[in-house]
């Protein structure tokens, strides 16, 4: 079977969807599509399928993927037809092999849109120091410094609030969801706009590289 990453953007009604939902409205993609993948083993087999890191409710992406195994087409007729089989908010960029492993991926890139009166120049200075947010998980609420899971971020006016590009640790349990970056910033914010742009390495490198003739949003 020919391994294949399946790159795909995440936008508009797409958004409302958790990541469990995400994976079952792409299985079903993947079986109206008619194309063949590796199954599971065991009692009850299933497309055996690896994710990008899980994306939030209400936030978007253009650099979504999924990993998985086929057989009986190439990468381009693969994209097509998996394009036709997406529903609406899913949107089928490329189809290649994959290049780096999924651990491989360090730092994830956000566009964070900020309706607020905090100017830039206060939001620089705030980003500057330490950046405490209360993060709940299975043990309770803490409290947890963010600044060391940024390794940069710039701000920039806009005309009803911010605009932030961050680049923020994505590996394993030190993901940082870039809500909390806005949460820091403006606790009271109602209006915050999250779209996940790329992956990247560790050295800065894009985990996603062009192998097909489609176009990679991620490179």
């Given at each position: 079977?020919?391994?294949?990453?399946?790159?795909?953007e995440?936008?508009?009604?797409?958004?409302?969807i958790s990541?469990?939902?995400?994976?079952?409205?792409?299985?079903?993609?993947?079986?109206?599509?008619?194309?063949t993948?590796?199954?599971?083993?065991?009692?009850?087999?299933?497309?055996?399928?690896?994710?990008?890191?899980?994306?939030?409710?209400?936030?978007?992406?253009?650099?979504?993927?999924?990993?998985?195994?086929?057989?009986?087409?190439?990468?381009?007729?693969?994209?097509?037809?998996?394009a036709?089989?997406?529903?609406?908010?899913?949107?089928?960029?490329?189809a290649?092999?994959?290049?780096?492993?999924v651990?491989?991926i360090?730092y994830?890139?956000?566009?964070?849109?900020?309706?607020?009166?905090?100017?830039?120049?206060?939001?620089?200075?705030?980003?500057?120091?330490?950046?405490?947010?209360e993060?709940?998980?299975?043990?309770?609420v803490?409290t947890?410094?963010?600044r060391?899971?940024?390794?940069?971020?710039?701000?920039?006016?806009?005309?009803?609030?911010?605009?932030?590009?961050?680049?923020?640790?994505?590996?394993?349990?030190?993901?940082?969801?870039?809500?909390?970056?806005?949460?820091?910033?403006?606790?009271?914010?109602e209006?915050?706009r999250?779209?996940?742009?790329r992956?990247?390495?560790?050295?800065?490198?894009?985990?996603?590289?062009?192998?097909?003739?489609?176009?990679?949003?991620?490179?």
């Amino acid at each position: 079977m020919l391994p294949v990453r399946v790159f795909f953007e995440k936008k508009d009604m797409a958004r409302y969807i958790s990541h469990l939902d995400l994976q079952r409205a792409v299985r079903r993609a993947v079986e109206r599509s008619g194309l063949t993948v590796r199954q599971t083993e065991g009692f009850n087999p299933h497309p055996k399928m690896v994710f990008s890191m899980p994306l939030s409710m209400y936030q978007e992406s253009l650099c979504e993927f999924v990993d998985m195994e086929m057989d009986g087409a190439g990468y381009d007729e693969i994209a097509a037809r998996l394009a036709a089989a997406f529903p609406p908010g899913l949107r089928v960029t490329a189809a290649a092999a994959p290049v780096f492993p999924v651990k491989r991926i360090k730092y994830a890139v956000y566009r964070i849109g900020i309706v607020t009166s905090l100017a830039a120049a206060e939001a620089e200075r705030a980003l500057a120091g330490p950046m405490p947010v209360e993060k709940r998980g299975k043990s309770g609420v803490r409290t947890l410094d963010i600044r060391p899971l940024i390794r940069d971020c710039a701000v920039a006016q806009t005309g009803d609030g911010l605009a932030l590009d961050a680049t923020v640790d994505a590996s394993g349990e030190s993901y940082l969801n870039p809500s909390y970056i806005a949460a820091f910033l403006d606790p009271a914010a109602e209006d915050v706009r999250v779209l996940r742009r790329r992956f990247l390495l560790a050295d800065g490198g894009a985990f996603c590289l062009k192998k097909s003739r489609l176009n990679c949003k991620n490179s």
